[in-house]
């Protein structure tokens, strides 16, 4: 019997789904001080149960006097990793000059990840008690990928993307090589505050499993700026973080949201996205 996954030019790159990374970023203002970048080192000692493989982010100045150049590496940050048994990266925390992240490369569910990327992120907040630092701004970002199952030049882009919408180009959809790129953005009401969607779509070529495969990739970030610059005070959301998880609960809606009028009613179905 036919399905309808087996009619379709493109298939989700996990069979059941096709996110490859889920990644949660907290932007601070102003930038951390050096005491701050340092405090925050100690999460590789707070989370070495969970992140075993830890680099240190380091940032190069140059100055540049006459004919003499100096240069001067500095912390910046720490990232800490987990790695699968195939070498790959399962998760990572970063931090930088104003920013805190957390990414998720082997992605199950929603309810099971952020569960967990909560507690990551709560883990870094006692680090930023009694700085000047506060949330100015907090993202959701999704990078999804379809394979295509047929020969590229059979390849129909219109049983992936809804060929009415306006997330995409339309020329892609007449690509005589099937590589294209297309980015776009705008700004949406989120509980009274702007919220920017930064979307970028294209059709590349990958080795998947040794093979050359033409992948289509859809990079969504969702991203809440509160009015001046502390709309979310971390000292607040470090027991319970309801708010901050109210927040990142609607964006995630929102990406969901931007997903249903990018896909097709078939691909919806076959990935089970399913919108409030």
């Not at 680090?127 to 379809?146: A, C, K, P, Q, V």
């Not at 294209?202 to 289509?216: D, E, F, P, Q, R």
Request: net charge negative; proline share 2%.
């Amino acid at each position: 019997m036919t399905t309808v996954a087996d009619k379709l030019s493109f298939s989700p790159i996990n069979g059941v789904h096709a996110i490859v990374e889920m990644a949660i970023f907290v932007n601070f203002s102003p930038e951390f001080s050096s005491s701050t970048i340092n405090k925050l080192v100690f999460l590789k000692d707070d989370l070495k149960e969970f992140f075993p493989k830890v680099n240190n982010v380091e940032k190069m100045d140059f100055t540049i006097d006459g004919t003499h150049t100096s240069a001067d590496k500095h912390l910046v940050g720490i990232e800490l990793q987990k790695i699968n048994l195939d070498g790959n990266i399962d998760w990572m925390l970063r931090t930088s000059e104003n920013s805190i992240s957390v990414h998720c490369l082997n992605y199950t569910q929603w309810d099971i990840v952020f569960a967990d990327a909560i507690k990551y992120l709560k883990a870094t907040f006692k680090y930023l008690e009694g700085s000047e630092n506060f949330i100015s701004n907090i993202g959701l970002m999704y990078i999804d990928r379809f394979i295509c199952d047929k020969t590229p030049e059979s390849s129909n882009l219109s049983e992936l993307f809804n060929k009415d919408t306006d997330l995409v180009f339309k020329g892609a959809f007449g690509s005589e090589n099937k590589l294209w790129h297309s980015h776009t953005g705008w700004y949406e009401k989120l509980d009274d505050m702007p919220c920017l969607n930064q979307l970028k779509t294209s059709a590349s070529y990958a080795n998947i499993k040794n093979s050359k495969k033409l992948v289509v990739t859809v990079d969504h970030s969702a991203i809440i700026t509160g009015k001046n610059d502390t709309f979310v005070d971390y000292s607040e959301v470090n027991g319970s973080c309801q708010k901050l998880e109210g927040i990142l609960g609607k964006l995630h809606d929102m990406n969901k949201r931007v997903l249903a009028e990018l896909l097709t009613e078939q691909m919806s179905t076959q990935i089970k996205l399913v919108t409030s």
